[in-house]
């Protein structure tokens, strides 16, 4: 709790850096090449701020890159099409150019953050594969008591959907107000099915995976995310799944 605590004001410090850095370097820029706008181009002084959007929206910060876009519009207009130091334009290829850096600052933008979330994505794949693979090999050792093995898919799934608690209950479920997560990623509440995307995890009742050995099942895993709203993916949704199943050979065994 310390460590996520203290890292919020250094994640919050980057980020206003990021964004006042945002305002101000496209504002020296054009400051900087108004001293020698007779012998450039518009097109070279639009790819000098762009450069500054792109570096904005490498941040992972959507305003930093919205505000570096904007920023450069207004003072690339301000420094560097005619009337010079005044916000209009009289020409209209400079208007063009000036309405194109906007656009491309905004387009640039997205597909950076659209770059940040698809690594994202990926990191918390391999993590989910590597929790997997970590929970079959200690299966697959034996070594473990059925308690630790339990205690660690637990502990696997509770941070794979983004819940409170779970913990491992032996035998089925016999309340019909608690809702089953299938191995699709599928989650059923009585008749009815619950849109997890749009709504998320219950936070009124337990959700149940179920620990199946053929059409047995020894056991099921009751997780419960009644603090906050969770809205774990599909994805995560069957990997939690797929870590239960691990521990039917252990529950079985006993």
Not at 161 to 184: N, Q, S, W
């Amino acid at each position: 709790m310390s460590d996520w605590s203290e890292g919020m004001p250094i994640a919050r410090r980057w980020r206003n850096l990021a964004r006042l850095g945002a305002l101000v370097l496209p504002l020296v820029s054009c400051a900087a090449l108004s001293t020698i706008r007779d012998t450039i181009t518009p097109a070279t002084a639009v790819l000098v701020l762009v450069l500054w959007v792109v570096a904005a929206a490498a941040s992972g910060d959507r305003l930093a890159g919205v505000l570096a876009a904007v920023s450069g519009g207004v003072w690339f207009d301000f420094f560097l099409t005619e009337p010079y130091q005044r916000f209009t334009i009289a020409d209209s290829d400079d208007i063009e150019a000036t309405v194109l850096l906007v656009v491309i600052g905004a387009v640039v933008s997205e597909i950076a953050l659209w770059g940040h979330r698809q690594q994202g994505r990926a990191a918390r794949r391999s993590g989910y594969l590597e929790g997997v693979l970590g929970t079959a090999k200690v299966v697959s050792e034996g070594d473990a008591p059925a308690s630790a093995l339990i205690e660690i898919v637990a502990r696997q799934i509770t941070d794979v959907l983004e819940a409170d608690t779970c913990r491992f209950v032996a035998g089925p479920v016999h309340d019909t107000r608690i809702a089953i997560l299938d191995h699709d990623g599928v989650l059923t509440r009585g008749d009815h099915t619950v849109d997890v995307d749009r709504v998320g995890l219950p936070t009124d009742e337990h959700v149940a995976l179920l620990v199946r050995r053929g059409v047995l099942v020894p056991g099921h895993f009751l997780v419960s995310a009644t603090s906050r709203v969770a809205y774990p993916s599909r994805e995560q949704r069957r990997v939690a799944v797929l870590l239960a199943g691990q521990v039917a050979g252990a529950v079985d065994a006993n």
